[in-house]
């Protein structure tokens, strides 16, 4: 398990994480970043972490919770 942390002032929209990561996250229609799971399962870590890394703008943060 992880938690995604999202600084949203920091968020320019730019959307590169929901290409990377669209199971976690999408840019509605106003072009607002929507995190779909806050709560990311195991299985969508890497995904998550992945979204992360690609944000030009570093405002995604991913915390493995230390027991998964
Ligand atoms: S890649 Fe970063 S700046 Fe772009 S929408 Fe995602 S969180 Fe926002």
Do not use: K
Not at 2 to 24: N, Q, S, W, Y
Not at 38 to 57: H, K, S, T
Request: some cysteine; aromatic content about 2%; overall charge negative.
């Amino acid at each position: 398990m992880a938690r995604v942390d999202v600084d949203f002032d920091r968020c320019e929209g730019h959307g590169v994480c929901e290409e990377t990561a669209p199971a976690i996250f999408r840019l509605d229609d106003e072009g607002e970043l929507q995190v779909l799971v806050e709560d990311v399962p195991a299985q969508l870590v890497a995904q998550a972490e992945a979204g992360a890394r690609v944000c030009p703008v570093a405002a995604i943060r991913v915390h493995r919770d230390a027991s998964a």
